[in-house]
């Protein structure tokens, strides 16, 4: 699983730096959903806040749902 979430981490980082923000958070959502590692956890949510920081009125919400998965495992 830490693999996995280690994949989807990488994968949001790189979409975020092309712009692709809505695809850039349900990777975010995947990762949060598999991650079980703390560590991990904080990682996900620094990106997130990176991701609602940019987004527009709609797109908070679903950076508000990787914060608050990213919440339940310990970030």
């Known amino acids: ?3 996995i ?3 989807h981490i990488q994968q949001a980082r790189t979409l975020l730096a ?5 695809k850039a958070s349900r990777v975010l ?11 991990e956890a904080r990682e996900i ?3 997130a806040e990176e991701g609602i920081a940019g987004a527009g009125f709609l797109g908070k919400s679903q950076w508000k749902e990787v914060l608050r998965l990213a919440a339940l495992r310990g970030a």
């Open 5 to 7: 979430a280690n994949e």
């Open 29 to 39: 959502t995947d990762a949060a959903v598999s991650c079980r590692d703390p560590q």
């Open 1 to 3: 699983m830490a693999a």
């Open 18 to 22: 092309e712009g692709k923000n809505k």
């Open 45 to 47: 949510k620094a990106l």
